[in-house]
T-cell receptor, first 114, second 114 residues
Framework: DAKTTQPPSMDCAEGRAANLPCNHS???????VYWYRQIHSQGPQYIIH???NNETNEMASLIITEDRKSSTLILPHATLRDTAVYYC???????????????FGTGTRLQVTL | ETGVTQTPRHLVMGMTNKKSLKCEQH?????MYWYKQSAKKPLELMFV???????ENNSVPSRFSPECPNSSHLFLHLHTLQPEDSALYLC?????????????FGPGTRLTVT
């Protein structure tokens, strides 16, 4: 019960922006949206997280819709090294016992091509 | 790169062997985690330690025994494993076990049980 829905795969040309959608229509008011990615044969890597405002860091931007039911992770200039599986996760603000658990779904496999 | 190291990176063991996986974090974090990632399945949380105390055991069989001697080190002792225990075992750490603390993962140990 990952609580998020993502397309299984996407392609993006190198140098272009990669826009990865995530549906989290059952998100509750006390839950953040987190994004991680996992490059083949490596551990997952934290990318960004947000609550309701758009966020930007050195890796990516996160756009959350006003109703918070969906979000988009944007890699502004994708490179071959961005080829990975990208996971969208919702996590509560407060500790509810197993809140430290990261519940990964199946994610989106992003393939960046020349 | 992430400040979390795991050894060994690959391990092949028989069902009657005893082995240990080691994780070390150099980030000054207080919480550490063991996850299991099987082929074609989402990441599964196994154990959580916060300030050296185990705070979560996600119904893990007793053939997996964690040990956290200090906040920087985490071990997973393995004995009498089954072939279905073959997976990528990932260690992670975070500042604390609060939900909003992003987790930083190690590269994982690829375990094969024969």
């Amino acid at each position: 019960d990952a609580k998020t829905t993502q397309p299984p795969s996407m392609d993006c040309a190198e140098g272009r922006a990669a826009n990865l959608p995530c549906n989290h229509s059952t998100i509750s008011g006390n839950e953040y949206v987190y994004w991680y990615r996992q490059i083949h044969s490596q551990g997952p890597q934290y990318i960004i997280h947000g609550l309701k405002n758009n966020e930007t860091n050195e890796m990516a931007s996160l756009i959350i819709t006003e109703d918070r039911k969906s979000s988009t992770l944007i890699l502004p200039h994708a490179t071959l090294r961005d080829t990975a599986v990208y996971y969208c996760i919702v996590r509560p603000l407060i500790n509810t016992g197993t809140a430290s658990k990261l519940t990964f779904g199946t994610g989106t496999r992003l393939q960046v091509t020349l | 790169e992430t400040g979390v190291t795991q050894t060994p990176r690959h391990l092949v063991m028989g069902m009657t062997n005893k082995k240990s996986l080691k994780c070390e974090q150099h980030l000054g974090h207080n919480a550490m985690y063991w996850y299991k990632q099987s082929a074609k399945k989402p990441l599964e949380l196994m154990f959580v330690y916060n300030f050296k105390e185990q705070t979560e055991n996600n119904s893990v069989p007793s053939r997996f025994s964690p040990e956290c001697p200090n906040s920087s080190h985490l071990f997973l002792h393995l004995h009498t494993l089954q072939p279905e225990d073959s997976a990528l075992y990932l260690c992670a750490s975070s500042q604390d076990s609060a939900p909003q603390s992003e987790q930083y993962f190690g590269p994982g140990t690829r375990l094969t049980v024969t």
